[in-house]
């Protein structure tokens, strides 16, 4: 029976998996309790649970690899545009300082570029930044090493520059970014602790300015990459909130199109496919068969046994009703009272008068369910009647008087004795 109801592929509440990562169990209340987390003033490790962690990577891995791309092309110009300064300050070692910009510095530089090109993992794309960074920074300290104390000056303040640029320009993520400025104080101490042109207060000095300059860029890395699951998380929300009301609406519409006592669906859910069934048949030109069925003596079986044995013959026979469908393209529907309706599009006469008798037999057998005890020596009904009509609809052709067919057959049906399935003649054009 799976008809109008059925939730589509592209509705934003079928989607039990947001983007491959499944988020049905995901509720505002777990959203809520990370934002809280996020939002709290102390210090918290920058990391979702596994499903999150990778829903949060794909909602920013396109954007940021194009970002780094960008933003690490303008970093090599600017790297080798410093051969201007070089050229004038050094001329004598311009051409030793053109080789490592050019030569050695910047193949690594514009491989980790040429990969974040074609599109890699968020681990090999953040290890891109580190790469980029820690090779330019060793050939800014190799390059100004022993030549004299301003230029020696100059490679520290071109690392503290380097630094700010990787954690709060490129923003990389927040243990790459403790990562770089590590190595870049590691390898600045080095320098400075090897380097014969400056003093001992210029060398704690220059050290101070590194230090400074690491650790501010890593708190402004933090409270950027912060900021950014904070508002991936508050987006996540919006999702998950629409979709809790969505399916509370799906539910709310399937109550309304569902007969509550039998679970089938009702009048006006039927009416609402039958329509559809039927211009789709004329649309495609096909056949279409409906059967309707009546639970034979049902008025004496309230009677005698009353309405709550009635109400357990009717979900006894929806139950069966379901059960002999053919597939989803089968629609059952408690048509009223005690009657039920089946449609089968595409279904030809022959086909049709096989599901009804499958129906018919399928109850015979299976019986009504048992009666009360204090009638438990008696036996009750268990069989129906079906009527059958089949047509090719057209313009010009009744709906109702295929319905109209079907009844007449099921009322021939109940008149030959009941239990069995009579088919209806053709039926007439007429509006």
Partial sequence: MARPGTKSEGDPASSGSMNGHDLSSLTSKDLDETIALLEGGGFCWLRHSPILEARFEDSLSVHRSKRFLIEGI???????????????????????????????????ALVALILLRRGVSAAVRESCVVVIGVTFALTILYLYFDISPVVSSYAVTDLSILLLFANVGIRARFPYAIVVSVLCVLFGAIYLVLDPMLKQPEKVESFAILFAAALLSVVGNYSIERGDRLNFLRRLESEVS??????????????????????????????????TIWYES?????????IMIDIDNFKALNDRYGHLYGDSVLQRVATLLKQALRGEEDFVARYGGE???????????????IVA??????????????VPAVASH??????????????????????????????????????????????????????
Avoid: M
């Avoid at 545009?81 to 050695?104: M, N, S, T, W």
């Avoid at 009657?339 to 008068?353: D, K, R």
């Avoid at 008798?357 to 048992?370: D, F, K, N, T």
């Avoid at 008149?415 to 054009?429: I, L, S």
């Fill in 74 to 108: 303008i970093c090599v110009l600017l790297f080798n545009l410093f051969l201007i300064p070089d050229y004038f300050l050094f001329p004598q070692h311009f051409l030793h300082f053109f080789v490592v910009r050019i030569g050695f510095a910047t193949p690594p």
């Fill in 242 to 275: 629409f979709g809790e009301l969505a399916n509370a609406n799906d539910e709310l519409l399937l109550l309304a199109r569902q007969d509550k006592l039998t679970g089938l669906a009702n009048r006006g859910h039927f009416d609402e496919t039958y329509r």
């Fill in 282 to 290: 004329i649309e495609n030109g096909s056949i279409l068969s409906v």
């Fill in 339 to 353: 009657e039920f309706i089946v449609l089968l599009p595409n279904t030809s006469e022959e086909a049709g008068l």
């Fill in 357 to 370: 008798q499958r129906i018919r037999l399928l109850i015979e057998v299976a019986g009504s369910p048992a």
């Fill in 378 to 431: 008696e036996h009750g009904w268990g069989t129906v009647s079906c009527g059958l009509a089949t047509v090719h609809p057209r313009k010009g052709l009744s709906r109702n008087g295929l319905i109209a067919q079907a009844d007449v057959a099921l009322y021939q049906a109940k008149a030959d004795g009941r239990n069995r399935v009579c088919v209806a003649e053709t039926v007439k054009a007429e509006r």
